[in-house]
């Protein structure tokens, strides 16, 4: 299963268990792997997943609550689990999960979830009228009387990031996406005006800004880019749809469902294919950065290697680009960068730099 449809078949899981059964944290999370072991063996969950969606789920609105067990609900939770009594606790160290009174469970779209099913119509409209597809037009229609967030195809996407500082660019780059066309970009780079034909094939979100990913033809230089990056930004002066040019597919696989695609072996947005995967070694030195660290994971490589007085020795197994350099320039007080050696070196020298406009 893909993790998103691993992520909604845990929370229909969840849902279920406080509506119809009782138990724990610690009882669900039994029953959710219960379930998985039948569909998706590999991926059983823990305790602290289970937390972390029923935490996501408040924050969408679904009143979950835990409360103290009356004495029969306990003695049935410890029939079925008899080591959590073997423990020496109490019923008063456990805590089952309700729904809030008053509260009636009606499931609801997340945002992203809104985001694709909106997609998903604006995919289908293209189909209207087609042979063979007779029923859609109904079926559009009865969707945009009860989904309201689909009802105005003229707004085209709603975008999910309210940070977003270029909203019509990126609903019109969403949109080529979306209806595989081609479009002319000018890009002011460096104060030079450029002229990119640009086959859009991805849109991902990274530090506060939407990049855009294709197939790219620079007219000037007669370069073609496969993987081209194109931040959506200030820097895009004029998108203009060239209908007579034929869209070219992509061939690399971005989708981060699967964790085999084109982001994997890096942190951010810039992948250099010449670039090869190595070992970084760090040393985080703040407690603090390396609790949030930890948790986070910068990348599904991390690993602590040892701790000591000094600090945790840590890994990633990444390619260099300018955003994992800039990840440790951020972190410079806090984290020192091991190896590899030119690798420190050259974040050295751009310390030095740095240090010097202070010193002058």
């Known amino acids: 299963m893909k993790e998103n449809t691993l992520k909604s078949f845990r929370e229909r899981i969840i849902i279920d268990f406080i509506q119809l059964k009782k138990g724990s944290t610690e009882h669900l999370t039994h029953e959710v792997n219960s379930r998985l072991s039948d569909y998706s063996p590999d991926n059983m969950v823990t305790l602290r997943t289970i937390q972390h969606h029923i935490k996501e789920l408040k924050a969408r609105g679904v009143g979950i609550e835990s409360y103290v067990p009356s004495d029969e609900e306990y003695r049935i939770y410890i029939s079925q689990y008899p080591n959590f009594a073997s423990k020496g606790n109490s019923k008063r160290g456990i805590r089952f999960?309700?729904?809030?009174?008053?509260?009636?469970?009606?499931?609801?779209?997340?945002e992203d979830e809104k985001l694709k099913v909106n997609d998903a119509f604006i995919l289908l409209s293209r189909f209207i009228g087609q042979p063979g597809w007779e029923w859609l037009e109904e079926f559009i229609e009865v969707g945009q009387e009860q989904l309201p967030y689909v009802n105005d195809f003229s707004k085209q996407f709603y975008n999910p990031i309210e940070k977003n500082k270029f909203?019509?660019?990126?609903?019109?780059?969403?949109?080529?996406?979306?209806?595989?066309?081609?479009?002319?970009?000018?890009?002011?780079?460096?104060?030079?005006?450029?002229?990119?034909?640009?086959?859009?094939?991805?849109?991902?979100?990274w530090k506060d800004k939407w990049y855009c990913f294709g197939y790219a033809y620079l007219e000037a230089k007669n370069q073609v880019i496969k993987t081209y990056n194109l931040p959506i930004d200030g820097r895009i002066s004029d998108l203009q749809p060239l209908p007579k040019v034929a869209f070219i597919s992509s061939e690399i696989n971005y989708s981060e469902d699967n964790f085999e695609n084109y982001f994997k072996d890096i942190i951010g947005v810039t992948n250099y294919s010449e670039n090869k995967v190595e070992e970084i070694v760090f040393r985080i030195r703040d407690e603090k950065i390396f609790a949030i660290l930890n948790s986070k994971k910068i990348h599904e490589t991390f690993k602590i290697i040892s701790r000591d007085t000094e600090g945790a020795l840590c890994s990633i197994n990444v390619k260099r680009n300018p955003e994992l350099k800039r990840f440790f320039l951020e972190?410079?007080?806090?984290?020192?960068?091991?190896k590899p050696n030119d690798f420190r070196l050259d974040l050295i020298q751009t310390l030095k730099k740095t240090f010097s406009f202070y010193t002058q």
């Not at 999960?97 to 997340?110: D, E, I, Q």
């Not at 972190?331 to 091991?338: K, R």
């Open 97 to 110: 999960l309700r729904f809030s009174a008053g509260f009636n469970y009606t499931p609801s779209f997340t």
């Open 331 to 338: 972190f410079s007080d806090s984290i020192e960068l091991i």
């Open 167 to 205: 909203p019509k660019r990126y609903r019109d780059l969403k949109f080529f996406l979306i209806n595989k066309e081609v479009v002319l970009v000018t890009q002011n780079l460096s104060s030079e005006m450029v002229k990119i034909q640009f086959h859009p094939h991805y849109i991902k979100y």
